[in-house]
Every structure is written in structure tokens, then in C-alpha cells.
């Protein structure tokens, strides 16, 4: 188990589940994490309140644990109402963690999680030896099969790109880079060309295992003959520059980086080729960068898994070259011994050949992290699929569970094109490259014959629909959170994703729930594996009725803004807590379809009669409003009208003033109870 020791040197799990008593640090108490997996000694970060006006994670100077000027990855002073003066930090018998004030009032750490404790469970938090402060949940019925402990919650929500200041090595050591994976943890990597010091703690960094550039010698006469760049895609060491060349193409980087000995590595980045060399810290795996390292390797350092296709093209033609002059040297012999070597040269080029162009397309989905199934081993942890917990367009879920991955869920694609194994791996690849919190992770996936499988992370509270629609419906703030966190995951896949994914299908179903209800969009990147005689009507229609933007029904190119019409009709679904489309309502027209519903009632000033049962929402109407104003902004019939969902996540969380919105329906005449939009 990830074990954090206090000063005392007793675990802080230990302590509470021992003792069933609330634990408390005061100021200058500290928690550190342990050195590895294996090791209980004091180890690289540290858990503190160093004054009166925080709580800190930060490095410390490893072994020796002094104090140091290292900054903190993690700091409450940085959340809202984080400057309140310090008295404790409290982590009690029913699982609550928090900052307790002088004044008596609390701050959750955990800024944007809502925590509801479990009764009959064991709770333990530590900071675990990657540096993240996790909280762990345990039945205590130990007597029934299958039960471990689960991640609750954690901080920061990504430790890769947390690390900030110029001093220290980052998350994973010097000459490394840190990837986050499904669960929150780190993943640490070393460069092509390079090993892990030890390969018994990944934390400890990496060496380069060739012989670097000098800078005498034939390394700086001949470099392009001696050396070559590896390239990793959207990695960067943020803090190892000493030379920016504006202006450069990657070509020109490439060249200045080889005849430059100092530098190790490149990055080349929207015309601007920044150089660095060793060591390397603080480096990180991150789809902001949307740029290419290059890594600076000798040529005779050995072929790799990761090396770009040209260098693969170049190993192949030596490798013919060399063939061809052995076949031509041996022509003086007798005619059918040479013959018969011909045909064994050929056999060999051909599987040589094949072998790497296999290597080739499997290179991609190697750097995305995810891990490739066997069709066998997904029917074993899904028990030949019996459980099935959801199903869509694209097939159907069932649920599953593997000793390395715990639950899990498996889409079986039935609705696919019959596409190469490279296609379908290289769009599989672009969903694997997304990383949010909003986000349903790819785990990875199953290419195997006709069965195409991903396999997902399990949501346990199931979708939004089942809540927003059911008999309980979760309370006001906690929709106003989940409209929010899918919002994010949505400016997330259309702006900062390093290729832009259009979801073309955002609905309610679509939006699944973890055990923190935290929103995750799932199903995103799958519209282009969609078979196209499937979709809705010749034009191509995708998506669901009553969610669908107007465009697609007038034959012309469609954006991202059929994202943000969809989510404008599901947002109103999230705060009435009523469906978009009610077809028994057919007594009452207007209140049948509820985008109209909603604009005649903003229209009139009477949007009580939305929510008239509901306490929560008529104590809030000012941001109920606000919320309706936003929506009818995003269900504008003319795209260009609708705002992109960067603003719409700025509206929502009051950086962007809400303007009054104009009459959505500009392309027919609209009349409600009273009020009327003309044609435009």
C-alpha cells in the first residue's frame, strides 16, 4: 500500500484506522512521501503548512530532506478563500479533509470535488511516492472477494504539469518526462536514446546510453554523419532553454541543433526552434505543447521501437544495399548455388520488410500509452460479455474488471469502416492523446480480425440522464457544477486538444458520472469511425433528435458550434431537470419542445414557471437566469451567432458578462404564448 509517514513515524492511514479518531496537523508539522514502491523511508516531497496562510506540496532536496528553496507544486493560498489564516489541517474519522482557520471556518482542498462519505468504509491519505496527495477508500467487510483499496480523490489534478520553478528536477528526475495516466498517477518515461538510472525506482531519472557530442573532434566536422534526431511529439523540458531562433522552419532546427555540441535536445514549435541541453528537468508529456522534441542520438546507437519512419526508410535501404553487394560478390560461383542464395536474400528482405512496416504503425499507439488487448483476455474480464451497463450508437458497453486496471468498461464498435489496421489505429491514437478531468480516459483497445473493442475507465454513478430524469435528481449546486465541468471537457476537445474533436453527439447519456460525480464526456473522437450509410438520412445527419443543430439539416459544413447548440438544449435539460423533447405534452404545444418553452418564458419575464417546484432553483433565480440567458445564446440558429465554448465556459464562470440574447429561431417565424421572432 502507498504509505505517507509523519514525523512520528507512524502511517497517517494506520493512525486512523487504528485509532477511529480524527487527525490533525499544526503548523511545521510535515508528511512526506516515501522514497519508492518498495521502500518506507522519507522520500522526495513533502506535506506542510510552512506559516500561517497555507498548506504546501513541495520537493525537498533529496536524501538529505533540509529545507530548500524549491517551489511548491501545490498551494491552498492559490484557491478561493485560500488566504485564510492557517490554525490546522484536519482529515477526520468520516473522510472529510480540510484546512480548519483561526476564525473557525474551513476550506476543502480539493477545490472543484463535492465529497460524500460511504458508511461501513475504511478511509486512509497519503502522499504517495510520486508526489501526489491521494485519498484511498477500503470496505470494511474484508470477508467478500474482490475488495481493494480505491482512489476517493487526489491533488493536484495533474502533478505533470504542476512542477513550475527553474530549481529541481520535476516530477520524474533529470532527463525524463512525465506522463499522466488514467487514474491520476505518473508514469515516467526516458527519451529515445536514453535508460533509467534505476531501472528499480523510474523516478530517479534517466542517462543517455551513448556517447554524447563532443565538442572537438570529428563530433563537430562530421555531425550529420555521426548523429540524428529522434522525435517525441508534445513533449517539452520546460526550463533547460539557452537559445530561441525565431523564424526557423523544423528543417532548420533540425540542422542548427546537429551542429550546435551543446545542444540535446530541440523543440520546435509554431516557427520558433528552442534549444536545450543536459540535464534535462521537469520534463512532461503534454498535448498544450503541440510541438515536436528532438532528440539528439548517435546513429550507431542501435535501431528503436520509437524512431521516426524516415529513419526507418534509411535502415532499410543499408540493410538492401548491403544484401545486394553480398548477392553480387558471390555471382562468380556456380549458377544454381547462387540461385538458391538469391532466394533466401529475397525471403529474408521480405520479412525484414514487413516486420518493420508492422513496427511502423504500431509506433503511434505505443507513444499514446495505451494498452492493446487481446479479444480473448476481454471476454475473460467482461465474463464473455454478459454484463452490459450501456449501449449507443456505436455498440454496446459492457462492464469488465482486470487485476492491473480494476473496473473497467468495453465498447464493443459494430459500426465501424472496415478500415486498415494503421486507420483505425491512428484515429484510436488521437482519442488516447486527450487528457482532462472532464474526459472518460481510453485505456486502450482490442484490434484483433473483425472485433474492434475499446476499453474505457468505469463510471460508477452511471450516466447523467439516469440522475437528471430519474425519481431523485441531484440538488441545484451540483447540476450548476456538472453543467460547468462539461463545458470545460468541451473547450478542452474543440481548443486544446492538439487535433481538434468535434463530438457531434452531446446529449445527456453521453455525460457519465464518477463515484465524486465529477461530469466526463465519453464517446468523443468516435463520429469519424461512424459508417456513414448508418447515419440519419443521406445528408449525413449525426447526433440525436432534439439535440441536433439546424445545420445539419441544410446540407452545409458543420464546426464545432454543433457541439455548443447541443450543449445549450442539454444545459437547459441540467437546470429544469426536464427533457428537451416531451411528445406526450401534445396538449400543451408549447411546453412540448423546451428550447421554446424556455425562450417564451425569458421572453415574458415569467421564468419561475420553468422551475415552479423547485425550492432550490426560485433562491437562485438571479443565476437561473443567468444560466437561461447562456443557453439561449448557445441554440442560435445561426452558428456564427453561437459563442465558442471557450466563452461559454467563461460566461458560466463569471469572467464574461451575459449579454441579453436575441431570438434564436432567425430562419422561420416563432410564435409562443405572446411573443413572436420574424424572419431575418
Not at 526516458?190 to 528499480?200: L, R, T, V
Request: proline share 4%.
Amino acid at each position: 500500500m502507498n504509505v505517507g509517514a509523519a514525523e512520528n513515524g507512524w502511517p497517517l492511514w494506520y493512525t486512523l484506522i487504528r485509532e477511529n479518531i480524527p487527525k490533525t496537523y499544526t503548523l511545521n508539522n510535515k508528511l512526506y512521501s516515501r522514497v519508492n514502491d518498495t521502500s518506507f523511508s522519507n522520500g522526495r516531497f513533502r506535506l506542510r503548512l510552512p506559516n500561517t496562510k497555507s498548506l504546501v506540496l513541495q520537493p525537498v532536496a533529496f536524501p538529505s530532506l533540509t529545507e530548500n528553496r524549491y517551489q511548491p507544486y501545490f498551494n491552498s493560498s492559490s484557491l478561493p478563500r485560500g488566504n485564510l489564516k492557517v490554525k490546522q489541517f484536519v482529515f477526520n474519522e468520516s473522510g472529510h479533509i480540510y484546512i480548519a482557520s483561526k476564525n473557525g471556518s474551513i476550506m476543502n482542498i480539493f477545490q472543484s470535488e463535492t465529497f460524500f462519505p460511504a458508511t461501513g468504509v475504511y478511509y486512509r491519505a497519503t502522499l504517495d511516492y510520486d508526489g501526489v496527495f491521494t485519498q484511498y477508500s477500503h470496505p470494511k467487510n474484508t470477508s467478500a472477494p474482490g475488495q481493494f483499496w480505491s482512489t476517493v480523490r487526489y491533488i493536484p489534478d495533474n502533478i505533470c504539469t504542476s512542477f513550475e520553478g527553474r530549481l529541481g528536477s520535476g516530477a520524474c528526475g533529470y532527463n525524463s518526462y512525465c506522463e499522466l495516466t488514467s487514474n491520476g498517477r505518473t508514469s515516467c518515461q526516458c527519451p529515445p536514446g536514453f535508460d533509467f538510472i534505476d531501472s528499480n525506482n523510474r523516478f530517479g531519472g534517466c542517462t543517455p546510453n551513448f556517447d554524447l557530442q563532443r565538442c572537438r573532434g570529428e563530433d563537430t566536422r562530421k555531425p550529420n554523419e555521426l548523429f540524428e534526431l529522434r522525435t517525441l511529439r508534445n513533449v517539452d523540458w520546460t526550463t533547460s532553454d539557452y537559445e530561441s531562433l525565431e523564424g526557423y522552419n523544423e528543417q532548420d532546427c533540425r540542422s542548427s541543433c546537429l551542429s550546435d555540441c551543446l545542444c540535446a535536445v530541440a523543440l520546435f514549435r509554431e516557427g520558433i526552434c528552442w534549444k536545450k541541453k543536459l540535464p534535462l528537468p521537469n520534463g512532461r508529456l503534454d498535448v498544450s505543447v503541440n510541438g515536436n522534441a528532438l532528440i539528439k542520438v548517435r546513429k550507431d546507437n542501435g535501431s528503436s521501437e520509437e524512431e521516426d519512419p524516415q529513419s526507418q526508410r534509411k535502415f532499410r535501404r543499408r540493410n538492401r544495399s548491403t544484401l545486394i553487394l553480398v548477392g553480387s560478390l558471390l555471382l562468380g560461383s556456380s549458377f544454381f548455388f547462387n540461385l538458391l542464395f538469391l532466394a533466401v536474400i529475397f525471403v529474408v528482405m521480405f520479412f525484414m520488410n514487413k516486420t518493420l512496416r508492422k513496427k511502423t504503425q504500431k509506433t503511434s499507439v505505443l507513444r499514446s500509452s495505451l494498452h492493446s488487448f487481446t479479444y480473448q483476455g476481454l471476454e475473460e474480464a467482461t465474463e464473455g460479455f454478459s454484463e452490459e451497463i450501456g449501449r449507443g450508437a456505436f455498440g454496446i458497453v459492457y462492464k469488465g474488471f482486470t487485476e492491473e486496471m480494476g473496473s473497467i468498461a468495453v465498447k464493443k464498435l459494430d459500426k465501424v469502416f472496415h478500415q486498415g489496421e494503421k486507420e483505425f489505429k491512428s484515429e484510436v491514437n488521437t482519442i488516447g492523446q486527450t487528457h482532462h478531468k472532464n474526459l472518460v480516459r481510453l485505456l486502450g483497445f482490442c484490434d484483433e480480425g473483425q472485433h474492434r473493442l475499446l476499453v474505457y475507465e468505469f463510471m460508477s454513478n452511471n450516466s447523467l440522464a439516469d440522475h437528471l430524469f430519474g425519481i431523485s435528481k441531484p440538488d441545484w449546486n451540483r447540476r450548476v457544477q456538472i453543467a460547468f465541468g462539461i463545458s470545460r471537457g468541451l473547450m478542452y476537445l474543440h481548443e486544446e486538444c492538439s487535433t481538434q474533436i468535434i463530438h457531434c453527439d452531446i446529449k445527456p447519456q453521453n455525460i457519465l458520472l464518477d463515484d465524486s460525480f465529477t461530469a466526463k464526456i465519453s464517446d468523443f473522437g468516435l463520429a469519424k469511425l461512424l459508417i456513414t450509410s448508418q447515419t440519419r438520412a443521406s445528408t449525413g445527419i449525426r447526433g440525436t433528435r432534439g439535440y441536433v443543430a439546424p445545420e445539419w439539416f441544410r446540407n452545409t459544413p458543420v464546426s464545432s458550434k454543433v457541439d455548443v447548440y447541443s450543449f445549450g438544449v442539454m444545459l437547459l435539460e441540467i437546470i429544469c431537470c426536464r427533457k428537451g423533447v416531451v411528445p406526450e405534452l401534445v396538449e400543451e404545444e408549447i411546453k412540448a419542445i423546451l428550447t421554446d418553452w424556455a425562450y417564451d418564458c425569458y421572453s415574458q419575464g415569467k421564468l419561475e414557471d420553468l422551475v415552479e417546484n423547485d425550492e432550490e432553483v426560485t433562491n437562485d433565480m438571479r443565476r437561473f437566469e443567468r444560466l437561461v440567458m447562456i443557453a439561449i445564446w448557445c441554440i442560435q440558429d445561426e452558428p456564427s451567432l453561437r459563442p465558442s465554448m471557450k466563452k461559454v465556459t467563461q460566461m458560466l464562470e463569471g469572467v464574461l458578462e451575459v449579454s441579453a440574447p436575441p431570438c434564436p429561431y432567425q430562419f422561420k417565424e416563432y410564435v409562443g404564448n405572446s411573443s413572436e421572432c420574424n424572419d431575418v
